[in-house]
């Protein structure tokens, strides 16, 4: 993951990943992207559990595309 150091509130980085019609999980250690059965982990970036970075979530929305793309090609 990298780390543009530009974060955001929870609460935004939900909002937008919703509008781009993500599902989006609160867990302990973070925000979790689930597309299908494909997820990634958005780590929390203070201990207050409230602001994650938006580098982090570039990146994790990126692995998952390219995760399900890579699926789709390998499905018979």
Do not use: F, H
């Amino acid at each position: 993951m990298s780390v543009d150091g530009v974060c955001l509130l929870v609460s935004e980085a939900i909002t937008r990943l919703e509008s781009e019609d993500w599902n989006v999980e609160i867990a302990d250690d973070g925000l979790r992207l689930v597309n299908g059965q494909l997820t990634c982990l958005i780590v929390y970036r203070d201990s207050l559990t409230d602001l994650v970075d938006r580098g982090d979530i570039d990146d994790a929305v990126w692995t998952l595309r390219r995760a399900k793309s890579k699926r789709i090609r390998s499905a018979p």
